[in-house]
């Protein structure tokens, strides 16, 4: 959780289109556990605290673009503790929701898909004493998780009232077009750190050596088209420093490199090199 204060940049937020906003409030309230800060007839503001925007709802009239295109892989949620994950895992269950999960070595998470299979991660980490660096890359594993263990006090489902108030939003995992501009987009333009780069195949980006806030792969291709403005899946993210130097200096990184860098009514936008759009600003900018 530290790694989400001070001195990190991270992510912040996430924004999502999405086909029918009754269905898809019913599904993040009494599954996921959000509760509704703000809602009109199409879009929702949902937190878990009851004062913080973790996930912002869109209705649109547009489909998804194509099924193999940048945007969305998931977005993740942070559970404060392990006890929460098991009792997730039991409130899934009991919605007979399908789910995939992991051990990531630095974490345990489980995988699922919202109605509008919008990917959704919802993780714990494990203590950052017991990760495993080499040569500057941390140790990061797919490998089964230990079921048995996680659920060994045996939660009761009926103990489930929400997503706890401490979660926040972990990162994100992009799918992207290709990953030498990426990778310059996001390092030498927003200034996250290379902490994981897999096989050439995905790159793991954090601040401060968290072991990712944003995550960019090429799964679904090379060349993977970009959305459509207003399709179902990713809208925009957020990504906020922790200064008004910190975000001045990237966003003259960005202009340098040539990515655009808008200033908006208490952000700027910006886009990826595989059109997925970005919010930066800082912690006060938006309050």
Request: glycine content about 8%; cysteine-free; charged content about 25%.
């Amino acid at each position: 959780m530290t790694f989400h204060n001070g001195n990190a940049t991270y992510v912040e937020k996430v924004s999502l289109n999405i086909k029918d906003l009754e269905r898809s409030l019913k599904f993040y309230t009494e599954t996921i556990g959000f509760q509704v800060l703000n809602q009109n007839e199409t879009s929702a503001e949902l937190t878990a605290d009851g004062e913080n925007v973790l996930l912002i709802l869109n209705q649109t009239d547009k489909e998804r673009t194509h099924p193999r295109s940048a945007g969305l892989y998931h977005f993740a949620l942070l559970l404060p503790e392990r006890e929460d994950l098991a009792l997730m895992t039991m409130q899934l269950a009991a919605k007979q929701i399908p789910l995939g999960s992991a051990d990531h070595h630095v974490s345990e998470a489980l995988y699922l898909d919202d109605p509008d299979g919008n990917g959704i991660e919802i993780y714990i980490d494990r203590e950052p004493e017991h990760w495993i660096w080499n040569d500057n890359q941390v140790h990061m594993v797919t490998e089964p998780l230990n079921a048995q263990d996680l659920l060994k006090n045996r939660p009761d489902p009926e103990d489930f009232k929400g997503l706890p108030k401490d979660t926040i939003m972990g990162h994100v995992h992009l799918h992207v077009s290709e990953l030498q501009k990426t990778d310059e987009f996001y390092t030498e333009g927003l200034g996250f750190e290379v902490i994981l780069n897999f096989g050439g195949q995905a790159l793991f980006m954090g601040s401060e050596k968290y072991h990712h806030h944003i995550a960019a792969n090429i799964w679904n291709g090379l060349g993977a088209p970009a959305p459509e403005k207003g399709s179902i899946g990713l809208d925009y993210y957020t990504v906020v420093y922790p200064s008004d130097e910190a975000l001045n200096e990237a966003v003259s990184r960005l202009k340098a490199l040539g990515f655009t860098a808008e200033k908006e009514d208490g952000y700027t936008l910006t886009v990826d090199p595989s059109g997925n759009h970005i919010r930066i600003q800082t912690q006060n900018s938006h309050k």
